[in-house]
């Protein structure tokens, strides 16, 4: 096999959407929610043939940005977006073993960029202020240093470098190029001419600009590196020499000319930003206001459950999970003023309802009950009645099905390796790689269906605390359409060997998602045993066609549960009464 280039070796690359994401509030990258001017589409839709079949000519484009930063035209190369910016930069002047000093986080593409040059990027932590400190960043300045790769606005932290710092690198390095990535630079305070002028004080300072944020042409890649001529001229001979499309430059003309709307779409973003960071503060999240088109949420503990149920509710956000320095925070865009509604009432706190599934959700008599019964003939040649069933989970203590089957079996004097039964069972009850029928979960049937969720979802947010198995609780929940209504998982491999009746799962529950009123609903006494001991709202469900119906509701509310419903319509009508609530 023709092997790749060494450099390529341990880099990752940059996921990308296959396909238009279905979301009613896409707030995970950035884009302006406005859309671009209409002069834009109006060109756009007027767009010539001759514009298609003929090669790109940039002239226009650069001429009116060369009036804008009242620089040459030779000062300037047009780009596929700022990542060509970057690319292109880099290759002009870095070689294998060069540095690039920056600051982390940031975005991830110039050290992606970097490594496949085989240049060192180097990234210094920001403190937990995100402050650019110029003393900690000249310390890691060094002979090997060749460009100094400054993001201002930065994303994600959204934090700004006093021109000032800018300047004294550039006067004191002046063997150093000094990139600056101005992506989100229109969204700040800063002033753009006494920024933008840099170029003119100082010949290593290169500004890279895209016009996806601000202008709204992110689908149409465009942007632009403003720099000295000379530095223009080694890039020109890196770029693609037709790098950017006509349509882009035809946009991008448009966009410039309507200065007007550009102005008012940048008041708008502004204005929502500080009232959707103001809301978020008063809910009681600690919200970080930058200088960008975003805003930094940090969650904490519950990012997991928030983030799943603004899924849940359509609203797709940047989640930084597990990344150094930005650990359960969320970046969203800011949406216009309706999205930003729809945001704050999503992540306002409403009760926890917590579903078991075996006997709640899902009627299992044909398919977990089937499965013990066909596992339990399998070792004794013997059937197993419904009865003996629902008995031995009376008893307590046996809610894993596993351990259920293995006591009946022992119980009626066979021995059973535990190992193996398992197998035996999965083999019965389900095969994920199997085609077509998976196995008996497919024989199973939905009690509290979608349209029951659709309606409670206004009362109560959900989740799931189960002794199944991740991979089989979300088949059934993504087959009957109803995963995407709860906002946690507590299955089988959550809890560490804890099962009911032990309240582990409600305790993580408990300290993951932020409810101080919690409901649980399950149909054995180890649901209601786990749910008092884990001090939560319990209530017993009974299922469809249940065997020994009377005796288990009894046991039930003897043991302390708030009530037993025996039918989806049963509970909905207690929840509209008030009588499933916080007082409860």
Known sequence: MIKPRKTLANIEPYEIDKYYPNFELKLDSNENIYGPSPRVINELKNFSPDRVKFYPAYGRLIDKLSDILDCGSDNLVLTNGCDEAINVLFNAYLDPCDKVLSYAPTFSMPKIYCDILGADFFEITYNSDFDFDLDRFEDNIDDKTKILYITSPNNPTGGVVEIGKIEYLADKYKDKLIALDFTYFNYSDLDHGEYFSLVKKYSNVAILKSMSKDFALAGLRIGFIYADCKIVNEIRKVISPYSVNAAAVCAANAALEDFDYYVGVLNKIKNTKAKLCGELTNIGFDCRSTQANFLLCNMREYADFYYQKLLNNGIKVK????????????????????????????????????????????????????????????????????????????????????????????????????????????????????????????????????????????????????????????????????????????????????????????????KRCPYSDIFYFGDTVDDIKAGIEAGVKVFGIIPPNAPCAFKTKEIMINMGAKDVFDSPECLFEALVEGKVNANC
Request: with cysteine; aromatic share 18%; hydrophobic share 35%.
């Open 319 to 510: 989640y930084f999970k597990g990344v150094k320095g930005l650990e359960n925070t969320f970046r969203i865009t800011v949406p216009d003023d309706m999205g930003a509604d729809k945001l704050i009432e999503t992540l306002k706190t409403k009760p926890l309802f917590v579903f078991d599934l075996d006997g709640v959700v899902f009627d299992v008599k044909n398919s977990y009950r089937e499965a013990i019964k066909k596992t339990f003939a399998y070792f004794t040649g013997y059937e197993c009645s419904d009865d003996d069933m629902q008995n031995a989970k009376n008893m307590g203590g046996l809610s894993n099905d596993w351990d259920l089957t293995a006591y009946l079996i022992k119980k009626a004097g066979f021995e059973a390796d535990y190992n193996e039964l398992i197998k035996i069972f999965q083999d019965y009850f389900f095969v994920p790689e199997k085609e077509g029928s998976k196995g008996l979960i497919d024989r199973e049937e939905v009690v509290y269906n979608e349209e029951f969720f659709k309606n409670l979802t206004k009362y109560a947010d959900c989740a799931v605390f189960t002794g199944r198995p991740r991979n089989e609780a979300f088949y059934s929940l993504e087959k009957f359409g109803i995963k995407k209504y709860f906002s946690f998982f507590m299955c089988n491999e959550d809890l560490m060997g804890n099962q009911k009746p032990s309240p582990f799962g409600l305790f993580e529950i408990k």
